[in-house]
């Protein structure tokens, strides 16, 4: 696919629309990064943002294996800011990058002489993770959420973890402090929702995914979470009427029976408009999948 | 009888007047810079000082939706429960070596009352910062009075715009003592005391908010109240603080309720399916 041709300012917005928003799209910032770089005026017209520039530079380097490009960032990084705590969080990311058991070391090291470095506590506990050390990083995540509570990052990841083992109850209670921090999102919602369907508890899931579509806006905004979340609607309510009482670990009262059935009802016309001929996004008119539902939904 | 019309030596304003006003400015941006110089770094608390400080955060989070909770009913209450027994039982309260915390009959951690100020060496070094920034900002403060006392006494300096009472008449004029001038020609002091409450907005202006030119709390302390106590935020008694918190918790438990439990009746009006109610 032929890309856009660059010009320096597109560059430079988009690439403080990705710091803003903390896009991860690592190799159109290295392609970016390294276009502004090379320009002549390039570093003067970054002005002030000059720092944050070469951080997420340094970051989506790592990201895409090009170490080279990341020690450069960091050196101009270490010169500038000799004894910075952010610094010290991107010098450990590359040391991860070669070796895992080091890394660990550095930030240890690094915490003892500084336990609340919040950062620094973050990427041990990433690098716990990469190395599959998960009774410890269990603990440590669990110690750290314990003092900084309102890390909503930290809640999700935890929620992550249990679920990667099979402990999803913990992982519903760990969702359920996320749901606190934020709970407006569908996004998180719906993690609830289809957490509490994986654990089998699906009068709690239904009622999640039916919050997920409460709390998406427009249809515009949130096509295609709102699916997800029709799809577990449709799921649960024929669960439920085909066996009504289904038990229910956190003993959540079902929906009742007409709700239920109009529910089932509704979930199945937004599903069949979903999918329908005239919602295609694809250029050759077809709508992809769409036979395989609407013979799932029974039409 | 008000002498209205006093001319004044334009030598007076151009001397004294704008004199006055420009040192007043010039020595506040000082003042901002060396308090900005002198201020210590926050000092580096340890995982559990944070831990204490967050704690009712969490609380306060938990009760902040409780009418409308994201949370099912038996996620809430054992949340609430759970919250209540940690504060209880003090497992919250930070762990200080030198100071261990003593424990009552149930076996329940108690917070050390608020030690005495001289004897913490952690609060001691905040009366410290806080007598230091007094210094930077009385020092000026006394030197241009004497300055002025000494140079410009015994004359007005300018009328104001706008009528005042004869009450304001020892403000206005001090050092002049007049009978019947009018309280709007102001001497040399007094503008010296207006200057010194107005120009906060100029400050405001020049350096930025939160800029350590003026202080409100000076306005109590200098030059009026002299050398007054510190006025030190008390360290929290985390034992009270917890306990209320636990009764707003328990109280936040009678409020509650789960947002989930008619969703589908409104997702059902929604989309029309039910008649809106």
Known sequence: MAQPTLTLSSALSDLSTARVRAHRDSNEIVRKGLFVLEQKNGLKALGGDIWDFLEQLTIAALDIGQVELADDCIARLEVQFPKSPRVDVLRGMRIEAKDLGLALEYYEHTLENDETNVAIWKRLIAVLRQQNKTERCVKELVTFLDTFYSDLEGWLELADLYASLNLYTRSLQALSHALLLAPQNPFHALRFAETAYTANDIPLALRYYLRTIELIDSEEDGKETGRRAWFGVKLCTSHLSRTPNLPSESNTLPVQGKNLAALEVLATERLSAAYSSTANTKPDGKVPGRKEVLKWLGQ | ?277
Do not use: C
Request: avoid cysteine.
């Open chain 2, 1 to 277: 009888m008000s002498g209205d019309s006093l001319y004044l030596d334009p030598q007076i304003r151009d001397w004294v007047l704008f004199p006055i006003t420009l040192v007043m400015i010039l020595v506040g941006i000082l003042r901002n810079n060396v308090t900005q110089l002198l201020v210590s770094s926050p000092k580096k608390s340890t995982r559990s000082a944070t831990r204490e400080q967050r704690a009712l955060l969490r609380a306060q989070i938990l009760r902040a939706n409780a009418k409308s909770s994201p949370l099912p009913p038996s996620y809430y209450t054992a949340h609430t429960d759970d919250l209540i027994a940690a504060f209880a039982a003090g497992r919250y309260l930070k762990e200080d070596p030198s100071r261990p915390n003593e424990v009552d009959e149930h076996g329940n951690r108690i917070a050390p009352a608020p030690g005495n100020m001289l004897t913490d060496p952690s609060m001691m070094e905040g009366m410290m910062g806080g007598m230091k920034n007094q210094a930077v900002m009385m020092v000026p403060q006394m030197v241009i009075m004497g300055w002025i006392n000494f140079f410009f006494q015994g004359f007005v300096l300018i009328k104001l715009p706008f009528p005042l009472t004869l009450g304001f008449k020892s403000m206005m004029q001090r050092g002049i003592e007049t009978p019947d001038m009018d309280v709007r020609w102001v001497s040399s002091l007094s503008w010296y005391f207006l200057n010194w409450f107005g120009l906060n907005g100029l400050y405001r202006l020049l350096l930025g908010d939160g800029n350590a030119a003026t202080d409100q709390k000076d306005l109590a302390t200098s030059p009026f109240a002299g050398a007054g106590a510190p006025v030190m935020n008390q360290p929290q008694d985390y034992n009270k603080l917890f306990a209320s918190e636990s009764e707003n918790l328990q109280l936040a438990q009678g409020l509650y309720s789960w947002i989930g439990d008619d969703v589908d009746s409104r997702i059902l009006r929604r989309y029309g399916k039910l008649p809106v109610a």
